[in-house]
């Protein structure tokens, strides 16, 4: 069992940045693919990037170049480096992690990017 925890979410302007942050208790996340999804009101959730067990980063194509996603096993956080961000950024960001026989997900936290 683990339990995700998100933090960093916020209000920016256009091409400013925040560090969201995601805490995992109860386990391990040492074999998990992490990642982080976006949800807006009316629309199902996406996939924005992941980070697999071995460190390897995957992004979805709009945020290539602005968002990092970074894990840290030892002290079971995954964070994300937004970057340049844009209004289409503003979602309620999840943190997620992903094996064949466990799914696990955080509360959210807002990411709001207007002027």
């Known amino acids: 069992q683990v339990s995700l925890v998100e933090s960093g979410g916020g209000t920016v302007q256009p091409g400013g940045s925040l560090r969201l942050s995601c805490a995992a208790s109860?386990?391990?996340?040492?074999?998990?693919?992490m990642g982080w999804y976006r949800q807006t009101p009316g629309n199902q959730r996406e996939w924005v990037a992941r980070?697999?067990?071995?460190?390897?980063?995957q992004y979805v194509d709009s945020v290539k170049g602005r968002f990092t996603i970074s894990r840290d096993n030892a002290k079971k956080t995954v964070d994300l480096q937004m970057d340049n961000l844009k209004p289409e950024d503003t979602a309620v960001y999840y943190c997620?992690?992903?094996?064949?026989?466990?799914?696990?997900w955080g509360q959210g936290t807002q990411v709001t990017v207007s002027s």
């Open positions: 980070i697999l067990s071995d460190g390897i980063p």
């Open positions: 109860g386990g391990s996340i040492n074999y998990y693919v």
């Open positions: 997620n992690a992903d094996r064949i026989t466990a799914h696990y």
